[in-house]
C-alpha cells in the first residue's frame, strides 16, 4: 500500500524521524513539563546504550512496564534501539505476575514503577537471568535492590554504539494473548508489523503533525504511542484518575484527540461537573473521543457524542496492548458491539469455530484478522482472535463477546 511506507526500516527510525523533522516541537507532555522530539529521542538513545552496556547476552529480553508517563516511550523505543528483543507488562499487575513475565521471555533488565520494581527486586524468587530491575519513577530512589532510572541513563553516556538494526522482519517485541480456547498464545510481532500498524492507526484515527492527544487511559497502548509519533502530533498524558481530569486538561491545550477507557468514560458522564465540558464553541478543536479497551455502552457514547458535539469511536485490537485492526469512521452510530471496519491493508472474516468455515453475513462466528500488521502462523496469514462476532454488508464488525481476559500470572500483554 502506498500509504504504508519505511516498512524495512527499524521501528525506533519512528522516533528518529520525528526528531529530525519536528526537532523542537513537544512530543511529550505530562504534570512534570514537555519533552520535545529531539529530547526523547536523546532519552531513547541513552536507555539503548544503558542497556547494550548492562546486557549480558545478546538473546536476552527488556521487560517494560506500559507505565502512562514520560519514561515509557523512551524505554519502548530505546529498548528496541538496543537490539533486544521487548516484552511488555501490565503496570498494574502483581509482583508475581511481573516476575512470571520476566522468567517467560528471558529477561535480564526490567523496567518497572516502584510498587513492582521493589517486590520484584528483593525477592529471593526472582527469576535468575534477571541481573537488573530498574525503578522507572523518576522521583524514586529505588530500594529492595532496584536501581533507580538515572544509574541506566548514565551507563548510556559517552560515545554511541553501531545500530543494532539488521532486519525489519526480525522480531522486535513478544506478546502473549488470550484465546478462549487455546489459552495463552505467543505473538511475535517484528519491525514490519508494528510500523504499519503505526501508519494504520495514525490514518485511521486521523494523527497528524497538528494533533494534539491527550492520553487518559490506566495503561500506555504501544499502538497509540507509535501511531502519534509516526504522525508528529503531541502527545498528552493525563494519570490523575479523576474522569474530568483529561477533558479539564485537553480544553486548556486545545486538544483534538481525547482518548479514554469506556469506565472512565462512563464515570465522565455521570460527574456533575461533566456537562460544563460541552462548552466547546462549533469551531472547537477537539475531533473525536476514542474508546479503547472493553466495549462502550451505547448510551453512554451517546451522551459523550452530544455533549461533547463530536464523534465518540471505538476501535478493537488483538490483546488489550497490542496491535489496532479496526476503528469505527466519523459519522459512525452508537451500536452495541460495533467496532467499525477494517484498517487499511487489513482483512477481517467470521468462521465457524469448528469446521473454519467462513460464515454468512450477519452471522456469528470466530473473527479472524490478517494484515501487514498481524503476525499469524496460519498458511494463509490469518490469526484467530477467540472472539465471538459478526459481519455486516459494509464489512463492519460487530462483537458478540470478547475472549476471556488473559491470566495474570503467565501471560505478557
Known sequence: MAVLRHLDSPLDGLLRRAAERFADRPALTTAEGTLTFAELDREADRIALGIRRTARRADAAVVAACTLDAVFPAVYFGAVRSGLVLALADPAAGPEAVRDICAAAGAEIAFLPAAAAGPLAGSEARPSGLHTVVCTDTAAAGGGGSVPLKVLLDAGAGPALPPAFKDADAVVCVQRVAHATAGVRELRLSHRHLLANAAQAAIAHRLDADSVVVNHMQAY?????????????????????????????????????????????????????????????????????????????????????????????????????????????????????????????????????????????????????????????????????????????????????????????????
Not at 361 to 372: A, C, H, T
Open 221 to 413: 497502548h504501544p499502538s497509540l504511542l507509535a501511531a502519534a509519533v509516526h504522525a508528529g502530533a503531541e502527545q498528552v498524558l493525563v494519570a490523575d484518575p479523576d474522569p474530568c481530569a483529561g477533558m479539564t486538561v485537553g480544553r486548556r491545550l486545545r486538544a483534538t484527540h481525547y482518548y479514554g477507557f469506556p469506565a472512565r468514560l462512563a464515570r465522565l458522564t455521570d460527574d456533575e461537573r461533566f456537562a460544563t465540558h460541552g462548552e466547546f464553541p462549533p469551531t472547537g478543536h477537539l475531533r473525536a473521543v476514542f474508546s479503547e479497551g472493553t466495549a462502550l455502552e451505547p448510551g453512554i457514547a451517546r451522551r459523550l457524542r452530544d455533549t461533547l458535539r463530536v464523534p465518540v469511536l471505538q476501535g478493537y485490537g488483538v490483546g488489550a496492548l497490542s496491535a489496532l485492526s479496526h476503528a469505527q469512521a466519523p459519522g459512525s452510530l452508537p451500536e452495541r458491539g460495533a467496532v467499525g471496519a477494517p484498517l487499511p491493508g487489513t482483512e477481517c472474516r467470521v468462521v465457524d469455530p469448528v469446521s473454519r468455515v467462513p460464515a454468512p453475513v450477519w452471522s456469528d462466528g470466530e473473527v479472524e484478522i490478517r494484515g501487514p500488521q498481524v503476525p499469524s502462523g496460519h498458511p494463509e496469514g490469518w490469526l484467530a482472535t477467540g472472539d465471538v462476532g459478526y459481519l455486516d454488508l459494509d464489512g463492519g464488525l460487530h462483537l458478540v463477546t470478547r475472549k476471556a481476559p488473559a491470566p495474570r500470572t503467565p501471560a505478557l500483554v
